[in-house]
């Protein structure tokens, strides 16, 4: 008998006169206005321009959800494309389904069509944004609270959560798998902060430590879930996937730190400023004084005699004339 728990909300949906507000759609509205937020405080702290972020999000976000979305239609095909299943329920995002692993490989694409276009270096870009991308995690997770999904296997501690009768879910307490990875979220976007300022990360370093130490959160709360899932030697898709992700982190850690050491200096160069720009305008100026001068010069040379004497309003010509009179 469990003396305490977490509830889950009756409906997912909240009805605001004719618009339907969807807690699952909720937080990731309001994560990724806490990525963009965040990341662009620390994008001014590394010397980039206000905005920047923001602008390059507006291509990162529309491919991270694509990206999502395709890689949980793909893994969990059966959903959509099994005998009895609705194939046009892999378009109704809002009902929940987002595999972060596609969220953020698609995305990762954006932002790079987002840097190119404004002349600046990746890497450094998903340095700023990386803790804002972990806590947006550990606020989109809730939506599976909302949704009643992704929860873990049945348990009677206190903090376990209601899951109600529903389509395929049986009502029980269990471990609440999403608050844990939101929890564990909140921790790596703290280490990533903290150790940024420690070791001063740079050239997509503390973006790879986000990503590894996701990762080894994520493949112990894998482990703990009990929704359907495909397996490989045993193990639970996601969980490989997270090994080999943490592994590529890690080795993009080490090599990075030999090749290219420290941090940026410049991550946002100004337009305005560019080299070459100035040494043009200079140039063209010193050509526009080299030109008159000569001009000047041309003129003295045509008419030598046509100058006034100093003081007399008189000609060189004039005064030679009147010599030879008197």
Request: aromatic residues 12%.
């Given at each position: 008998?469990n003396?305490?728990s977490?509830p889950?909300?009756?409906?997912?949906?909240?009805?605001?006169g004719?618009?339907?507000l969807?807690?699952?759609?909720?937080?990731?509205?309001?994560?990724?206005?806490?990525?963009?937020w965040?990341?662009?405080?620390r994008?001014?702290?590394?010397?980039?321009?206000?905005?920047t972020?923001?602008d390059?999000a507006?291509?990162?976000?529309?491919?991270g959800?694509?990206?999502?979305?395709?890689?949980?239609?793909i893994?969990?095909?059966?959903?959509?494309?099994?005998?009895?299943?609705?194939?046009?329920?892999?378009?109704?995002?809002?009902?929940?389904g987002?595999?972060?692993?596609?969220?953020?490989?698609?995305?990762?694409?954006?932002?790079?069509?987002?840097?190119?276009?404004?002349?600046?270096?990746?890497?450094a870009?998903?340095?700023?944004?990386?803790?804002?991308?972990?806590?947006?995690q550990a606020?989109?997770?809730?939506?599976?609270?909302?949704?009643?999904?992704?929860y873990g296997?049945?348990?009677?501690?206190?903090?376990a959560?209601?899951?109600?009768?529903?389509a395929?879910?049986?009502?029980g307490?269990?471990?609440p798998?999403?608050?844990y990875?939101s929890?564990?979220?909140i921790?790596?976007?703290?280490?990533?902060?903290?150790?940024?300022?420690?070791?001063?990360?740079?050239?997509?370093?503390?973006?790879?430590?986000?990503?590894?130490?996701?990762?080894?959160?994520?493949a112990w709360i894998?482990?703990?879930?009990v929704?359907?899932?495909?397996?490989?030697l045993?193990l639970r898709?996601n969980?490989?996937?997270?090994?080999?992700?943490?592994?590529?982190?890690?080795?993009?850690?080490?090599?990075?730190a030999k090749?290219?050491?420290?941090?940026?200096?410049?991550?946002?160069?100004?337009r305005?400023t560019?080299?070459?720009?100035?040494?043009?305008?200079?140039?063209?100026?010193?050509?526009?004084?080299?030109?008159?001068?000569?001009?000047?010069?041309?003129?003295?040379?045509?008419?030598?005699?046509?100058?006034d004497?100093?003081?007399?309003?008189?000609?060189a010509?004039?005064?030679?004339?009147?010599?030879?009179k008197?």
């Amino acid at each position: 008998m469990n003396l305490a728990s977490i509830p889950s909300p009756s409906t997912g949906v909240i009805e605001l006169g004719p618009i339907p507000l969807r807690g699952y759609a909720f937080c990731i509205i309001i994560g990724v206005f806490v990525a963009v937020w965040f990341g662009n405080k620390r994008w001014i702290a590394r010397g980039g321009k206000a905005g920047t972020v923001a602008d390059i999000a507006v291509w990162a976000v529309p491919f991270g959800l694509v990206g999502g979305r395709l890689y949980h239609v793909i893994t969990d095909y059966q959903l959509y494309f099994s005998e009895g299943e609705n194939w046009v329920d892999a378009f109704k995002i809002w009902e929940g389904g987002l595999g972060i692993w596609g969220a953020i490989a698609f995305g990762a694409v954006g932002a790079w069509i987002g840097c190119r276009r404004r002349g600046i270096p990746l890497p450094a870009w998903a340095d700023a944004l990386a803790p804002g991308i972990a806590f947006a995690q550990a606020i989109g997770r809730w939506g599976n609270w909302f949704n009643q999904e992704l929860y873990g296997k049945p348990t009677d501690l206190p903090w376990a959560v209601e899951i109600s009768e529903g389509a395929n879910r049986v009502a029980g307490t269990y471990h609440p798998t999403f608050l844990y990875e939101s929890l564990w979220c909140i921790g790596v976007a703290l280490l990533v902060i903290w150790a940024d300022r420690r070791f001063t990360l740079g050239h997509g370093r503390a973006f790879a430590l986000y990503v590894a130490a996701y990762c080894a959160g994520r493949a112990w709360i894998e482990y703990m879930r009990v929704d359907e899932a495909h397996h490989i030697l045993g193990l639970r898709l996601n969980v490989w996937t997270a090994i080999i992700v943490f592994v590529l982190a890690v080795v993009y850690i080490v090599v990075s730190a030999k090749l290219r050491p420290g941090r940026e200096e410049i991550v946002e160069p100004d337009r305005d400023t560019t080299p070459g720009k100035d040494s043009d305008k200079d140039g063209s100026a010193k050509a526009k004084d080299a030109d008159a001068k000569d001009a000047a010069d041309g003129d003295a040379q045509k008419d030598p005699l046509s100058k006034d004497e100093p003081g007399t309003g008189r000609t060189a010509e004039s005064t030679e004339a009147a010599a030879e009179k008197g």
